[in-house]
């Protein structure tokens, strides 16, 4: 199955997703999708030079992806980004 792209129109600020990498059982995040939306537990995430953009890895939680794995690109100042759903 090749990849799925998933544009997020709207997700969590930086401190949700700190907390949710900090604590991967207990927290999770919400991002909202052109037609949809989606959980996701942080398993991994790396902060870029300008502060405001993530590449994060994890787990989809909810939705018809749930458990599968994601890597995402994501920008906490627009709120938008790309969420990668391998095959």
């Known amino acids: 199955m090749p990849d799925q ?6 997700g969590p600020d930086k401190p949700a997703l700190q ?25 991994r995430m790396k902060e870029t030079a300008d502060g405001f953009s993530f590449e994060i ?8 992806y ?3 794995p994601f890597r995402a ?8 980004g790309e969420i990668t759903i391998g095959g």
């Open 73 to 80: 690109s994501y920008s906490v100042g627009s709120r938008s």
């Open 5 to 10: 792209m998933l544009h997020v129109i709207d």
């Open 19 to 43: 907390w949710a990498l900090a604590y991967p059982d207990r927290e999770e995040v919400h991002f909202t999708l052109e037609d949809d939306s989606v959980d996701a537990s942080i398993s």
């Open 57 to 64: 890895e994890g787990v989809l939680t909810s939705g018809v």
């Open 66 to 68: 749930k458990s599968r």
